[in-house]
């Protein structure tokens, strides 16, 4: 069982807020130069999407009313959600802040048919918190994800063996989870435009094309996918930890870009030590004004968390860098991740960072993130103001996803 929350944010605030109810809302950050990321139904029926920024929102809808993201509420409602999908399943992956994944097999007999578990889910779950929720059921994860998707908003789909390949057979390879539009262009290249000519591609085409992927496609295009649920502490491993940010004003400003980069780094550091991760590699993400974005990365001598090495790592990846115009966004993330805390260094001065690291990190998380920080990121007009985003969709209630949030 897939449950998929409808327009969370935008719901979460309807629900708060009884006047906002059956208006065109969006909902955006305090920056200067935030987006929207959700838009309630009414006003998604006026054409506002996820990624407009306010000016193209409003061209849409004229009558549409902005709300500034409250991030405390919609991680309340959702560790609630999840504490209702647990009383059903001990089986309960949280794949998104409004998403979650059900092994339902071992749970029906008390009501009898899935029809009738996913109805009692959705009665409690509006009982609790007042919202609506699609439901996808099917033999595995990516059909019901597929289901979930096919009737909203308060929907419920169920897709069995015998109904999934005709539902495939037309179906647009992209809207298969996991097929993004590079791979959905890529794939276009080969002529591979529906899910039933993907799972009939000659298996040595997709091989040549995509390498060790080329095999799971093709079973995907035919509606098998093998992952299980994976509850809480049994989750993939991370493959990365990053941050980014948009910047308030696009800037060519070098001084400026490198304090936005120490942030950046400081945040993913911060993130990494608490789960004892380091990375072997440090990848610098950067958007320009038209949206055009690419990522450049640098391979370590060793795996690190350290603020210090990733900022001058991100930092040495920019001195290389030939902007070709001024930056509107900004990233760093460090991928090739191990666990562990590694061999204690030999050097004194490398140790007495780690121990003032571990210090800014105690104070941080018992007083508040940047209760202490680096001296540069105080100066007066640094640009580099704290203004609050609307929590990440990925955030999850445990791991690494769970970034600590205003």
Same mark, same amino acid.
């Given at each position: 069982? /897939?449950?998929?929350?409808?327009? &969370?944010?935008?719901?979460?605030?309807?629900?708060?807020? *009884?006047?906002?109810?059956?208006? *065109?809302?969006?909902?955006?950050?305090?920056?200067?130069?935030?987006?929207?990321?959700?838009?309630?139904?009414?006003?998604?029926? &006026? +054409?506002?999407?996820?990624?407009?920024?306010?000016?193209?929102?409003?061209?849409?809808?004229?009558?549409?009313?902005?709300?500034?993201?409250?991030?405390?509420? @919609?991680?309340?409602?959702?560790?609630?959600?999840?504490?209702?999908?647990?009383?059903?399943?001990?089986?309960?992956?949280? @794949?998104?802040?409004?998403?979650?994944?059900?092994?339902?097999?071992?749970?029906?007999?008390?009501?009898?048919? *899935?029809?009738?578990?996913?109805?009692?889910?959705?009665?409690?779950?509006?009982?609790?918190?007042?919202?609506?929720? =699609?439901?996808?059921?099917?033999?595995?994860?990516?059909?019901?994800?597929?289901?979930?998707?096919?009737?909203?908003?308060? #929907?419920?789909?169920?897709?069995?063996?015998?109904?999934?390949?005709?539902?495939?057979?037309?179906?647009?390879? +992209?809207?298969?989870?996991?097929?993004?539009?590079?791979?959905?262009?890529?794939? #276009?290249?080969?002529?591979?435009?529906?899910?039933?000519?993907?799972?009939?591609?000659?298996?040595?085409?997709?091989?040549?094309?995509?390498?060790?992927?080329?095999?799971?496609?093709?079973?995907?295009?035919?509606?098998?996918?093998?992952?299980?649920?994976?509850?809480?502490?049994?989750?993939?491993?991370?493959?990365?930890?990053?941050?980014?940010?948009?910047?308030?004003?696009?800037?060519?400003?070098?001084?400026?870009? !490198?304090? @936005?980069?120490?942030?950046?780094?400081?945040?993913? +550091?911060?993130?990494?030590?608490?789960?004892?991760?380091?990375?072997?590699?440090?990848?610098?993400?950067?958007?320009?004004?038209?949206?055009?974005?690419?990522? !450049?990365?640098?391979?370590?001598? =060793? /795996?690190?968390?350290?603020?210090?090495?990733?900022?001058?790592?991100?930092?040495?990846?920019?001195?290389?860098?030939?902007?070709?115009?001024?930056?509107?966004?900004?990233?760093?993330?460090? =991928?090739?991740?191990?666990?562990?805390?590694?061999?204690?260094?030999?050097?004194?001065?490398?140790?007495? !960072?780690?121990?003032?690291?571990?210090?800014?990190?105690?104070?941080?998380?018992?007083?508040?993130? @940047?209760?202490?920080?680096?001296?540069?990121?105080?100066?007066? #007009?640094?640009?580099?103001?704290?203004?609050? +985003?609307?929590?990440?969709?990925?955030?999850? *209630?445990?791991?690494?996803?769970?970034?600590?949030?205003?």
């Amino acid at each position: 069982m /897939h449950v998929d929350m409808n327009a &969370f944010f935008a719901s979460v605030e309807q629900r708060c807020s *009884p006047a906002l109810r059956g208006k *065109p809302i969006a909902v955006v950050g305090s920056a200067k130069r935030t987006v929207v990321t959700t838009a309630s139904y009414e006003a998604r029926a &006026f +054409g506002v999407k996820t990624g407009m920024n306010r000016f193209e929102a409003k061209m849409a809808c004229p009558q549409i009313i902005f709300v500034v993201g409250d991030n405390s509420k @919609y991680i309340d409602a959702s560790v609630r959600i999840l504490e209702i999908l647990n009383s059903f399943s001990p089986l309960v992956e949280a @794949y998104s802040i409004d998403e979650a994944f059900i092994d339902i097999t071992g749970c029906l007999a008390p009501f009898g048919t *899935p029809s009738a578990l996913a109805m009692e889910v959705k009665r409690r779950i509006k009982e609790a918190l007042g919202l609506t929720c =699609s439901i996808g059921i099917a033999p595995n994860k990516l059909l019901a994800k597929l289901a979930s998707d096919m009737k909203k908003p308060d #929907g419920l789909v169920i897709m069995d063996e015998a109904s999934s390949p005709g539902v495939l057979e037309d179906l647009p390879a +992209g809207e298969l989870w996991g097929i993004g539009p590079r791979l959905t262009e890529h794939l #276009g290249r080969l002529g591979i435009r529906t899910c039933g000519q993907l799972g009939r591609a000659p298996l040595s085409l997709l091989r040549d094309r995509f390498g060790v992927i080329g095999e799971r496609l093709k079973l995907m295009g035919q509606g098998i996918y093998s992952n299980e649920v994976a509850p809480a502490g049994h989750e993939d491993e991370a493959r990365s930890v990053g941050h980014s940010t948009t910047l308030p004003a696009d800037t060519s400003e070098k001084g400026a870009i !490198r304090r @936005y980069l120490l942030k950046l780094s400081e945040m993913v +550091g911060a993130r990494a030590r608490e789960h004892g991760l380091k990375g072997s590699k440090v990848c610098l993400t950067v958007r320009y004004p038209d949206f055009y974005t690419f990522s !450049r990365q640098k391979t370590l001598p =060793s /795996h690190t968390n350290d603020t210090r090495a990733i900022y001058m790592s991100a930092l040495s990846i920019l001195e290389v860098m030939r902007l070709r115009t001024a930056v509107r966004l900004l990233g760093v993330s460090i =991928s090739g991740l191990a666990k562990g805390s590694g061999q204690m260094s030999l050097f004194e001065d490398d140790r007495r !960072r780690q121990r003032l690291l571990e210090a800014m990190d105690e104070v941080n998380r018992s007083f508040g993130g @940047y209760t202490i920080t680096w001296g540069s990121l105080l100066d007066e #007009g640094s640009g580099c103001d704290d203004e609050t +985003g609307v929590i990440s969709p990925a955030w999850r *209630p445990v791991g690494v996803k769970r970034i600590n949030v205003k």
